[in-house]
């Protein structure tokens, strides 16, 4: 009788135990989903403009590649610049055929398909699959509205040439995809911006920290495995 009272004593300590080393390894095994996979946030908008070739760019067009989709105009003086130093960073460090980027203007009255040109040639966008992209105004704005990326009312002045600095990232299917955050949450959407933390918490022209860049080249790199 004590012999089974001991195996019976063992046993009630090794199920707790065994239960505890599956429930964090089940933990683990989740986390490392989380960090590996990407959240499918929906179908990328159909669209189709003008790129700086004068070429119709569709949607279509961009099956079977990896790619960013920003908003932007060329004479911005303050968030455009910084996120066309992030995006040529990214266009330099992944080179890769099968990687793209979409740039969309929202001052398309100025943004002709040789303003964009000239632009291009100027921030040093040297890939043939980076497309800026021009057409209607009242189309973009409700593109953007589709992305569910913020661009200013067209019919209002002080917010007409306002727009987000988030981007897209759109796999080969033509889904928008992203990953997760800390605590296991779609971001949607990344920053093209500078932050003056490591964190990405204080935005900042002159931040010498993009987060949101290094996260984007790892997760380019993902896809086009």
């Not at 933990?27 to 960090?35: A, D, E, R, S």
């Not at 992209?133 to 973009?140: A, C, E, Q």
């Not at 200013?152 to 040439?161: A, F, I, M, R, Y």
Request: proline letters at 5%; one cysteine or more.
């Amino acid at each position: 009788m004590p012999r089974n009272n001991t195996t019976n004593n063992k046993s009630k300590v090794i199920v707790p135990i065994v239960v505890i080393a599956l429930l964090f390894l089940g933990i683990g095994v989740g986390m490392g989903y989380f960090k590996k996979n990407l959240y499918t946030v929906m179908k990328v908008p159909d669209f189709q403009l003008t790129d700086q070739n004068g070429k119709k760019i569709t949607n279509k067009d961009m099956l079977g590649k990896v790619y960013l989709v920003e908003f932007f105009f060329s004479k911005c003086p303050t968030i455009c610049p910084v996120m066309n130093t992030n995006m040529k960073a990214i266009q330099n460090q992944i080179n890769d055929p099968d990687f793209g980027i979409v740039s969309i203007s929202i001052d398309p009255e100025n943004d002709t398909p040789e303003a964009l040109k000239e632009h291009a040639k100027r921030i040093g966008a040297t890939s043939s699959n980076w497309h800026f992209l021009t057409g209607d105004r009242t189309y973009i704005g409700n593109l953007a509205d589709q992305f569910n990326i913020y661009v200013g009312d067209k019919e209002d002045e002080s917010e007409s040439l306002n727009h987000s600095g988030m981007i897209a990232l759109v796999d080969q299917d033509g889904n928008i995809r992203c990953r997760y955050n800390k605590d296991n949450m779609p971001i949607l959407y990344y920053s093209g911006l500078n932050y003056e933390d490591p964190d990405g918490k204080i935005p900042k022209l002159t931040g010498k920290y993009h987060p949101d860049r290094e996260i984007l080249i790892e997760d380019i790199k993902k896809l086009l495995k």
